[in-house]
């Protein structure tokens, strides 16, 4: 049974930072990817950002490039989510997601995963 836990989340001030976790069990990954998505109140779920298991190559959503991070470490089948200068419009929960092949053009869609992690609060206070 594949497991995805996220870890992480809570309150921030603006221009503060959080770092999210992703542990995921049951299965590895090495052809696929994992992806962090988010969903505020009353808005539809937005990709965040994206990382190939094998290479590495990472993708990200134009309204966090150049604050947020994502990696992996493969010895602990995990994936973080490094967000820097937190802005009040990045509140939402915070979902890990996986998928067992990657499709490179098609990582920012929610319906290509396979599994999900049940979501974590993230708040950014002005």
């Known amino acids: 049974q594949v497991q995805l836990v996220e870890s992480g989340g809570g309150l921030v001030q603006a221009g503060g930072s959080l770092r999210l976790s992703c542990a995921a069990s049951?299965?590895?990954?090495?052809?696929?990817?994992m992806g962090w998505f988010r969903q505020a109140p009353g808005k539809e779920r937005e990709f965040v950002a994206a990382?190939?298991?094998?290479?590495?190559?990472?993708y990200y959503a134009d309204s966090v490039k150049g604050r947020f991070t994502i990696s992996r470490d493969n010895a602990k089948n995990t994936v973080y989510l490094q967000m820097n200068s937190l802005k009040p419009e990045d509140t939402a929960v915070y979902y890990c997601?996986?998928?067992?092949?990657?499709?490179?053009?098609?990582?920012?869609?929610?319906?290509?995963?396979?599994?999900w992690g049940q979501g974590t609060q993230v708040t950014v206070s002005s």
């Open positions: 997601a996986a998928v067992k092949t990657a499709i490179t053009g098609l990582l920012i869609a929610p319906r290509l995963y396979d599994y």
């Open positions: 049951g299965r590895t990954f090495n052809n696929g990817a």
């Open positions: 990382i190939k298991w094998n290479w590495g190559t990472t």
